[in-house]
């Protein structure tokens, strides 16, 4: 089964999806089945932008939504499952995460991306590392044994930016309004909070449905499932 995960790694949002997507894969019994492809969605654009709106507050803008108190309390419960209490009371300064993104794309085409990814995370979300600088990348990426030499040539230069920013179109096309975002077999796309318990429930379904066919039809019917459920709409 193809999953593809749209996400920043300055996104508390995305770090607390990932995890809870990678705790249901550990109790979904196809697993070895399973192949992520991490899409670049960049929330800061701007480097130089210093005003961050309150995340939480963003985020009930977004959803558009009244039930503050539901969807806070489900917030706080998903940080908490993951160990990341505090990411939305711990202010963080925006940073243009370009750089890293090129980078995870790079340590892709070295069977590596989901080390990058997750070391992306850790650093800054618990060792508070600045990815945005080339010196922080380049001692992130030698440290899950990456070559150095390539890392420069990479860093210090424009390679994969088309790559990234291909992917943030195709998530403006597929109207992704917040990450993570998933879609499965491209055909199930996946937005806001799940439990792994909602995870597995969907990769069963899915499982029974497909099998371990490789789906790519672009004309078919897309599910979206957000926590008000799931519905179709026709993806041209």
Known sequence: MRVEMW?????????????LFDQALEGFSHQEHIHITYKS???YEDALRVQQPDIVDQLFVDWDC???EERIQQLYTCAEIVGLKDAFSTAQEPINTLNAHRLIKYAAQNNKE???VNRLLEAHFFEHQPIDRIDCLLDLGKEIGLLDIELNDLLYSCKFTTDVRNDTEEAKELGVEHIPF?????TCGIQT??????FIYI??????????????????????CTAEGCHEINHP
């Open 114 to 116: 989901e080390q990058m």
């Open 66 to 68: 009244s039930n503050r």
């Open 182 to 186: 998933l879609i499965i077999n491209e």
């Open 203 to 224: 990769l069963n379904s899915l499982w029974n449905e497909n099998g371990m066919k490789a789906t790519k039809q672009p004309n078919r019917q897309t599910t979206y």
């Open 7 to 19: 996400i920043d790694p300055v996104c508390p949002y995305s770090y607390i999806g990932k995890r």
């Open 41 to 43: 969605y960049l929330l």
């Open 193 to 198: 909070f799940h439990t792994p318990e909602q």
